[in-house]
């Protein structure tokens, strides 16, 4: 099955800095979502971006499919962006494959 | 507001008792889908519904069960085939299966005694 990398795995900032999560994974998709899950278990769908580039907000990703990755941006970042941060990604016809996650903490 | 009721949040179990955990969702999406999650790791996937009165195994779907008797509903039964199964449970939906968003629930905590 297809793989699902993310990096760094641990991620510590400061309060108002700026940071780049990169997920890399091994086949060709057609469905990449990034997902941040709070203290508490929630997760919530941040971007569904298979491809080309999205914004929202503070955060924004890019995905380069014919590269096989994809990163998402943090700007000017808030202790509420803490948490674990997942990159999902779904071959043709397969199921949504999840990475391991980056953990996000931002401290005042 | 539309959106994905799991339950119970918490709940113990003895060990060698079956114990299902409800997942309702109110979003009229056609799919559902349970993931586990253990510490510190990603999440996956245990089994999936693509519709209604169908549903297929995901990568570890030894020792559990579901149904898919209405659209809303999608429980999940952890029996004690189970040998590890202590996790964070999370049901998810999505409007079709395939390249589309999936919603998640709060989560449902069980822990083995």
């Known amino acids: 099955g297809i793989q699902v990398e993310q990096s760094p795995p641990d991620l510590i900032l400061q309060e108002g800095a700026n940071s780049t999560l990169r997920c890399n994974f091994s086949d060709s998709v057609n469905n990449l979502q990034w997902f941040h899950q709070n203290p508490w278990g929630q997760l919530i769908n941040l971007f569904y971006i298979p491809s080309g580039t999205k914004q929202n907000g503070r955060l924004s990703a890019t995905t380069v499919a014919t590269e096989r990755y994809s990163l998402l941006y943090i700007s000017s970042s808030q202790t509420t962006d803490s948490g674990v941060y997942f990159c999902?990604?779904?071959?043709?016809?397969?199921?949504?494959?999840f990475g391991g996650g980056t953990r996000v903490l931002v401290k005042p | 507001d539309g959106g994905i009721t799991q339950s119970p949040k918490y709940l113990f179990r003895k060990e060698g008792q079956n114990v299902t955990l409800s997942c309702e969702q109110n979003l009229n999406h056609d799919a559902m889908y349970w993931y586990r999650q253990d510490p510190g790791q990603g999440l996956r996937l245990i089994y999936y519904?693509?519709?209604?009165?169908?549903?297929q195994k995901g990568d570890i779907a030894e020792g559990y069960s579901v149904s898919r008797e209405k659209k809303e509903s999608f429980p999940l039964t952890v029996t004690s085939a189970q040998k590890n199964p202590t996790a964070f449970y999370l049901c998810?939906?999505?409007?079709?299966?395939?390249?589309?968003?999936?919603?998640f629930g709060a989560g449902s905590r069980l822990t083995v005694l």
């Open positions: 999902a990604v779904e071959a043709a016809g397969n199921k949504l494959t």
């Open positions: 519904s693509q519709i209604v009165n169908d549903f």
């Open positions: 998810a939906s999505s409007r079709g299966f395939g390249a589309n968003v999936l919603t």
